[in-house]
């Protein structure tokens, strides 16, 4: 069995507890043997936004492709 999950909470490179308890289920499912995808559903910021990050001093989210086991299949 494959499970497909688009998920909009996910853990990215400023907060590694973003989404934790999507990355604790996907853990479960590693551990009992559930071959899974999880998609991180985020859009590029555009130019703009990026300019109004910066000057807030906010990061931009990028989310990561594995956190304790856990992959994330980013659609780059």
Do not use: H
Not at 9 to 31: H, M
Not at 50 to 64: D, S, V, Y
Request: aromatic content about 12%; glycine content about 6%.
């Amino acid at each position: 069995m494959k499970v497909l999950v688009l998920t909009n909470l996910f853990p990215f490179e400023g907060n590694l507890a973003s989404g934790i308890f999507i990355t604790k289920r996907l853990e479960q499912c590693v551990k009992l043997g559930i071959d899974y995808t999880a998609v991180p559903v985020w859009f590029e910021d555009d130019w703009l936004i990026r300019f109004a990050r910066r000057l807030l001093g906010k990061e931009q989210i990028n989310p990561i492709k594995e956190l304790n086991g856990v992959q994330y299949s980013r659609l780059d």
